[in-house]
């Protein structure tokens, strides 16, 4: 590979390094805001944030298959390779900051899940719960007899 080359697959390296850079920003932008809305309930936003977080995951790992043979491409001895060392290890410190924004969301739901299946059980076993479910006129007698004759 001739030095102009090997100056493209390094520039376009660095190119799709910055636009994962990006993806995991946006990814733990999208994973804080889903943590407030997680803890505020509302379900709707957290399935829209939910689909939005898969479509960037699934454009890092999209990126990275682009990635993986540019860096099988680039010599292991380039006057980059301790620049491109650095931005990996970013973006490895990016990839874990997501990841762990993630468990605390996964937490926080699981935690949510569990008031709101003790908050049914009380309500399963409440009796004014359950009295106030029935109709005043469902224990009303039902009349048998009716006078025709007035």
Same mark, same amino acid.
């Given at each position: 590979?001739?030095?102009?080359?090997?100056?493209?697959?390094?520039?376009?390296?660095?190119?799709?390094?910055?636009?994962?850079?990006?993806?995991?920003?946006?990814?733990?932008?999208?994973?804080?805001?889903?943590?407030?809305?997680?803890?505020?309930?509302?379900?709707?936003?957290?399935?829209?944030?939910?689909?939005?977080?898969?479509?960037?995951?699934?454009?890092?790992?999209?990126?990275?298959?682009?990635?993986?043979?540019?860096?099988?491409?680039?010599?292991?001895? /380039?006057? @980059?390779?301790?620049?491109? =060392? +650095? %931005?990996?290890?970013?973006?490895?410190? &990016?990839?874990?900051?997501? #990841? !762990?924004?993630?468990?605390?969301?996964? /937490?926080? @739901?699981?935690?949510?899940? =569990? +008031? %709101?299946?003790?908050?049914?059980?009380? &309500?399963?076993?409440?009796? #004014? !719960?359950?009295?106030?479910?029935?109709?005043?006129?469902?224990?009303?007698?039902?009349?048998?007899?009716?006078?025709?004759?007035?």
């Amino acid at each position: 590979m001739d030095t102009a080359q090997q100056s493209a697959v390094i520039k376009r390296l660095m190119k799709l390094f910055n636009q994962q850079s990006d993806c995991y920003h946006r990814l733990i932008g999208v994973l804080e805001k889903q943590q407030g809305y997680i803890r505020t309930g509302s379900e709707e936003s957290i399935l829209a944030h939910v689909s939005l977080g898969e479509q960037i995951i699934t454009e890092i790992f999209s990126i990275q298959k682009s990635i993986d043979p540019l860096e099988a491409m680039c010599p292991a001895v /380039t006057s @980059l390779a301790d620049e491109i =060392t +650095a %931005i990996k290890a970013v973006l490895d410190a &990016l990839n874990n900051r997501a #990841l !762990a924004q993630s468990e605390q969301n996964k /937490t926080l @739901l699981s935690q949510c899940m =569990t +008031a %709101i299946r003790s908050e049914i059980n009380v &309500l399963a076993t409440n009796p #004014l !719960a359950i009295s106030a479910k029935r109709s005043l006129y469902a224990q009303a007698a039902v009349p048998s007899l009716i006078d025709i004759k007035g």
